[in-house]
């Protein structure tokens, strides 16, 4: 009876193991939607360091912008700004071994002055992104590549 109880034991150890790494353990597609929060996330709150943490320092993207001029614009332009809210659509991600594919929409509101809008997209439709996203160790996606057209 007790080799039977510690087998029964082993059991339920290794089930209730397994479900703990599957909710716990987040998969890729997680990790890098937690990097577009937080990247979101960032800018809301004007911290430019922050932001620029979730760029690769390859950035580039369809304007021509890098990672040192973007940095530089945010420098200059956030101060401007107040009330920023940061809209993402759920995003459509295909992960290969160190990038990922990700296209998703976003909006983007804040106070300007004494005017108040939307920056990018609009009430009714977001702006359309496509990313490149790079793996980076442990475990962090940073964006590679951007393209987007923003009024």
Do not use: C
Request: aromatic residues 12%; charged residues 25%.
């Amino acid at each position: 009876m007790n080799r039977l109880r510690r087998k029964l034991y082993g059991w339920v150890f290794l089930v209730l193991a397994g479900v703990g790494a599957y909710v716990l353990w987040p998969t890729e597609e997680q990790r890098i939607e937690r990097s577009l929060h937080g990247l979101a996330r960032a800018l809301e709150e004007k911290k430019v360091n922050d932001v620029i943490s979730f760029l690769s320092f390859n950035y580039s993207d369809n304007h021509g912008a890098s990672y040192l001029l973007v940095k530089k614009q945010l420098e200059r332009s956030l101060p401007e700004y107040s009330d920023i809210r940061v809209e993402l659509e759920p995003a459509s991600i295909v992960v290969s071994q160190t990038t990922a594919q990700v296209r998703t929409g976003i909006r983007v509101s804040a106070v300007h002055g004494f005017d108040m809008g939307y920056f990018v997209g609009d009430f009714d439709h977001p702006a359309p992104v496509a990313l490149v996203m790079e793996k980076h160790p442990p475990g962090k996606w940073l964006v590679l590549k951007a393209v987007y057209e923003f009024q």
